[in-house]
């Protein structure tokens, strides 16, 4: 066996180190990623409904707003159980998505609902008026 001097080490565990010092930074930094609920947008005839994933979640612990041609939904969830936490997979915290509508609606004609975990939100398409379609507008 060759016997090596201690400071010839000193490089790799210093490098050794600073990779287990970045992977426990990385790992509370995983813990802080912001929840965005998958949501879907789609088309009615009449009406489009947004659907939203937000498990976990009562109507109090969500807030909409509609602002312009975008739809607000914001929401927060805590932990749902206490104790030692082992492993972590479930995200919480608050959660902030502005989505564009895909198409004009009239404005405060949202009609929500949530029924196990899945929000939904129903809104009336604005109507072109026979003088739009006269003109060609969109």
Same mark, same amino acid.
């Given at each position: 066996?060759?016997?090596?001097?201690?400071d010839?080490?000193?490089?790799v565990?210093?490098?050794?180190?600073t990779?287990?010092?970045?992977?426990?930074?990385?790992?509370?930094?995983?813990?802080?990623?912001?929840?965005?609920?998958?949501?879907?947008?789609?088309?009615?005839?009449t009406?489009?409904?947004?659907?939203?994933?937000?498990?976990?979640?009562?109507?109090?612990?969500?807030?909409?707003?509609?602002?312009?041609?975008?739809?607000t !939904?914001?929401?927060? @969830?805590?932990?749902?159980?206490?104790?030692?936490? &082992?492993?972590? =997979? *479930?995200? %919480?915290?608050?959660?902030?998505?502005?989505?564009?509508?895909?198409?004009?609606?009239?404005?405060?004609?949202?009609?929500?609902?949530?029924?196990?975990? !899945?929000?939904?939100v @129903?809104?009336?398409?604005?109507r072109?008026?026979? &003088?739009?379609? =006269? *003109?060609? %507008?969109?």
């Amino acid at each position: 066996a060759r016997c090596y001097p201690a400071d010839m080490n000193e490089p790799v565990l210093a490098r050794l180190n600073t990779l287990m010092a970045l992977r426990e930074e990385v790992e509370s930094i995983g813990s802080a990623f912001p929840w965005e609920p998958a949501a879907d947008w789609l088309d009615q005839d009449t009406h489009l409904l947004l659907v939203m994933d937000v498990p976990g979640l009562s109507t109090e612990q969500l807030e909409l707003s509609e602002e312009g041609g975008e739809l607000t !939904v914001a929401g927060e @969830r805590g932990p749902a159980h206490t104790g030692q936490q &082992l492993s972590r =997979e *479930r995200p %919480e915290g608050r959660f902030v998505r502005t989505l564009a509508f895909p198409d004009a609606v009239v404005p405060g004609s949202a009609q929500a609902s949530l029924s196990s975990g !899945v929000l939904s939100v @129903r809104f009336e398409k604005r109507r072109k008026t026979w &003088l739009q379609l =006269e *003109r060609g %507008e969109e």
